[in-house]
Protein backbone atom coordinates (compact mmCIF):
# COMPACT_ATOMS: atom_id res chain seq x y z
CA UNK A 1 0.00 0.00 0.00
CA UNK A 2 1.17 3.61 -0.67
CA UNK A 3 1.09 6.65 1.16
CA UNK A 4 -1.92 7.66 3.42
CA UNK A 5 -2.98 9.99 6.33
CA UNK A 6 -3.54 8.82 9.88
CA UNK A 7 -5.29 11.18 12.12
CA UNK A 8 -4.79 10.62 15.47
CA UNK A 9 -6.62 12.60 18.93
CA UNK A 10 -4.82 10.93 22.00
CA UNK A 11 -7.31 12.20 25.38
CA UNK A 12 -5.23 11.34 28.12
CA UNK A 13 -6.98 11.28 31.91
CA UNK A 14 -4.89 11.88 35.11
CA UNK A 15 -5.44 13.81 38.53
CA UNK A 16 -2.28 14.43 38.77
CA UNK A 17 -0.33 15.35 35.56
CA UNK A 18 -1.53 18.48 33.17
CA UNK A 19 -2.95 16.73 29.66
CA UNK A 20 -1.35 18.88 27.48
CA UNK A 21 1.92 17.57 29.09
CA UNK A 22 1.07 14.23 28.40
CA UNK A 23 0.34 14.97 25.12
CA UNK A 24 3.71 16.45 24.22
CA UNK A 25 4.89 13.15 25.00
CA UNK A 26 2.86 11.56 22.18
CA UNK A 27 3.80 14.62 19.88
CA UNK A 28 7.46 13.90 20.84
CA UNK A 29 7.12 10.18 19.54
CA UNK A 30 5.90 11.37 16.32
CA UNK A 31 8.24 14.05 15.61
CA UNK A 32 11.38 11.66 16.45
CA UNK A 33 9.45 8.94 13.73
CA UNK A 34 10.66 11.29 10.71
CA UNK A 35 7.76 10.67 8.99
CA UNK A 36 5.96 14.00 8.06
CA UNK A 37 3.50 14.74 10.12
CA UNK A 38 1.04 18.15 11.38
CA UNK A 39 0.06 19.18 14.72
CA UNK A 40 -3.71 20.97 14.75
CA UNK A 41 -5.47 21.51 17.49
CA UNK A 42 -7.78 18.38 17.99
CA UNK A 43 -5.41 15.70 16.55
CA UNK A 44 -1.77 14.86 14.76
CA UNK A 45 -2.07 13.73 10.94
CA UNK A 46 0.45 11.71 10.22
CA UNK A 47 1.45 10.90 6.01
CA UNK A 48 3.55 7.75 5.06
CA UNK A 49 2.66 4.17 4.79
CA UNK A 50 -0.37 2.36 7.29
CA UNK A 51 1.90 -0.03 8.87
CA UNK A 52 4.13 2.34 9.78
CA UNK A 53 1.65 5.42 10.96
CA UNK A 54 0.05 2.57 13.27
CA UNK A 55 3.24 1.34 15.00
CA UNK A 56 4.18 5.00 15.42
CA UNK A 57 0.63 5.86 16.43
CA UNK A 58 0.93 2.47 19.37
CA UNK A 59 4.50 3.88 20.15
CA UNK A 60 2.76 7.32 21.42
CA UNK A 61 -0.17 6.23 23.27
CA UNK A 62 2.19 3.93 25.52
CA UNK A 63 4.36 7.27 25.84
CA UNK A 64 1.28 9.00 27.35
CA UNK A 65 1.09 5.62 29.93
CA UNK A 66 4.22 5.49 30.41
CA UNK A 67 4.47 9.16 31.64
CA UNK A 68 1.80 8.81 33.93
CA UNK A 69 -1.67 8.90 32.62
CA UNK A 70 -4.25 6.90 34.36
CA UNK A 71 -6.02 6.10 31.54
CA UNK A 72 -6.05 6.98 27.63
CA UNK A 73 -8.98 7.61 24.84
CA UNK A 74 -6.94 7.58 21.45
CA UNK A 75 -8.74 8.26 18.51
CA UNK A 76 -8.02 7.18 14.75
CA UNK A 77 -9.00 8.29 11.37
CA UNK A 78 -7.55 7.17 8.30
CA UNK A 79 -7.84 8.61 4.27
CA UNK A 80 -6.70 5.45 2.43
CA UNK A 81 -7.06 5.77 -1.35
CA UNK A 82 -5.95 2.16 -2.93
CA UNK A 83 -3.68 2.34 -5.86
CA UNK A 84 -3.24 6.06 -5.11
CA UNK A 85 -1.00 8.21 -2.44
CA UNK A 86 -2.71 10.17 -0.08
CA UNK A 87 -0.96 13.89 0.56
CA UNK A 88 -1.63 16.17 3.22
CA UNK A 89 -0.83 19.13 0.91
CA UNK A 90 -3.25 17.82 -1.68
CA UNK A 91 -6.16 18.60 0.51
CA UNK A 92 -4.73 21.69 2.42
CA UNK A 93 -2.55 23.62 -0.09
CA UNK A 94 -6.10 24.88 -1.72
CA UNK A 95 -6.74 26.53 0.96
CA UNK A 96 -3.36 28.28 1.63
Given at each position: ?17 DSYELVDR ?27 LLAIAKKA ?10 EVLVYYRM ?18
Open positions: MGTINLGIQIVPKSRKIAIAVIAASGVKYEVNPFETVMEGPEEHQEAVVEAGAEHIRPGQDVRMEDKTNPHR
